[in-house]
């Protein structure tokens, strides 16, 4: 069973407006949290990350929620740019080990 | 600049054949790790090492092994290849999560193996 869920396969944003992506977890042993963004033929890079102590951690463009009660997480891209057309993935650690478990993924498409 | 490099790009292999993946990361990163993508999957994680010839399974090891002789290369080895081991995988690296940190991943980009 997956522990990190990415319930949409696809999201559609027109340029200027905000990309909501979205993440549920299972597991609350969690204790960090990151997106990975990852355009074809290109391995994931890193975007942002959230420790379970926090609720928001902001960089830039993106910013990162938190919402431990729920056990969901959600990127904001404000505003969206083309180039952040992608494949996004969320992904959960615990301190226990070294290890990334990721969810399905989701691409995002930002329309000019 | 530092990062993971994968040997192969694409490969196209036929069923039973042996297929080495070769990775090599120059961060002096004491984890590297093989992930598998698939569609509607995300990255699963196949195996780990957190040290010279150490090796942990991932979620998904069957039909495949490893090997870690140096700390800086990091081989996934199909013994028999498959055709449902048609996938892109990736490599990782990262150092070891300490106390109050995220484990950031390093990716290589990517070898995409088609097993006909």
């Known amino acids: 069973d997956q522990q990190v869920k990415q319930n949409s396969p696809s999201l559609s944003v027109q340029e200027g407006r905000i990309s909501i992506l979205n993440c549920d977890y299972t597991n609350s042993m969690f204790d960090y949290f990151l997106w990975y963004k990852k355009y074809p033929a290109e391995g994931p890079t890193f975007l942002i990350s959230i420790s379970s102590i926090k609720d928001k951690n902001e960089d830039g463009r993106f910013t990162v929620f938190l919402n431990k009660s729920a056990k969901h997480l959600s990127l904001h891209i404000v505003p969206s740019q083309p180039g952040d057309s992608a494949v996004y993935f969320c992904?959960?650690?615990?301190?226990?080990?070294?290890?990334?478990?990721f969810g399905g993924g989701t691409r995002l498409m930002v329309k000019p | 600049d530092v990062k993971v490099t994968q040997s192969s790009r694409y490969l196209v292999k036929r069923t039973g054949e042996k297929v080495f993946l070769e990775c090599v990361q120059d961060m002096d990163h004491e984890n590297m790790f093989w992930y598998r993508q698939d569609p509607g999957l995300g990255l699963r994680l196949i195996y780990f090492s957190y040290d010279v010839k150490m090796k942990e399974k991932g979620d998904i090891p069957e039909g495949y092994s490893v090997s870690r002789e140096k700390k800086e290369r990091f081989s996934l080895i199909l013994e028999s290849a498959s055709t449902n081991q048609t996938s892109m995988y990736l490599c990782?690296?990262?150092?070891?999560?300490?106390?109050?940190?995220?484990?950031?991943?390093?990716f290589g980009a990517g070898s995409r193996l088609t097993v006909l």
């Open positions: 990782a690296s990262s150092q070891p999560q300490g106390a109050g940190g995220a484990n950031v991943l390093t």
């Open positions: 992904a959960a650690s615990n301190n226990a080990g070294n290890m990334l478990t």
